[in-house]
């Protein structure tokens, strides 16, 4: 016996088959599924349009977070050069005062 005798051998599946091929069509059903159908595409096509909403949303969201990191790491940069220049300047202010700053700073560097 082949597998798919053995299936409809079985009564419940006969039963069942038997009750689906009784089904009498009905139009009325039909035209309430395609309704169903109408209205189940409606309110798909409004979850997409919120999803795609959402989606720009958070690009925009996430967009404006990165141009305001790499404004903030442009500005931390700008700093740290002004800071080292003014260091710097204050070393060859010292240096200038104080020539003996020189020497100190190059046995230093030997050392090091």
Not at 53 to 81: D, H, I
Not at 83 to 107: D, F, G, I, T, Y
């Amino acid at each position: 016996m082949t597998f798919v005798y053995k299936v409809i051998c079985l009564s419940s599946f006969v039963q069942s088959y038997d009750v689906r091929k009784d089904i009498k069509v009905d139009c009325h059903k039909f035209a309430d599924l395609g309704e169903d159908q109408r209205r189940r595409q409606h309110d798909r096509e409004a979850w997409a349009r919120q999803g795609e909403r959402e989606y720009q949303e958070r690009m925009k969201a996430f967009k404006e977070k990165s141009r305001l990191a790499r404004e903030l790491l442009e500005q931390r940069e700008r700093e740290a050069l002004q800071q080292k220049a003014m260091v710097e300047e204050m070393l060859q202010e010292l240096c200038r005062q104080n020539p003996e700053w020189e020497a100190r700073k190059k046995s230093v560097q030997r050392v090091s």
